[in-house]
């Protein structure tokens, strides 16, 4: 992944009239940070209110989706201020050649998730030795 490919977004509504979303109810797209590092990129999405049981991530062909359903929190009374909006979240990414899709794992704590995206052995930086002929 290119940094100049990678804008940063607030959480917004997914408009389902953009064309992006053939699903039904209110989709955010999480904020993401993506690190690289020699041997891997990792990328971090907070999803709050996210467990193991209600999120998916796929990959299919060259994209990575992560899709995640919440059920709307049961309050008791009449709403009188409404701030912070519950929904599903929907985000994906183009991969590119250097990762190793056979590796790739994911793992959820706090309401942030955690991609693992390991770089294929080619991707990996090494240091050539010298010797004397």
Do not use: C, W
């Amino acid at each position: 992944m290119a940094e100049q490919e990678l804008q940063v977004q607030d959480k917004k509504e997914l408009a389902s009239s953009s064309g992006e979303l053939t699903l039904e109810g209110a989709y955010f797209s999480p904020a993401v940070d993506i690190f690289d590092t020699e041997k891997e990129l990792v990328l971090l999405a907070d999803m709050p209110g996210i467990d193991t049981e209600s999120v998916d991530v796929d990959l299919r062909e060259d994209t990575l989706t992560i899709l995640s359903k919440k059920a709307s929190p049961q309050t008791q009374g009449q709403s009188l201020l409404k701030e912070y909006k519950t929904g599903n979240y929907f985000r994906s990414f183009r991969l590119t050649h250097i990762v190793d899709r056979s590796k790739i794992s994911a793992s959820i704590s706090d309401g942030v998730l955690k991609v693992v995206l390991p770089k294929v052995e080619q991707a990996v930086p090494r240091k050539i030795p010298i010797t004397t002929a």
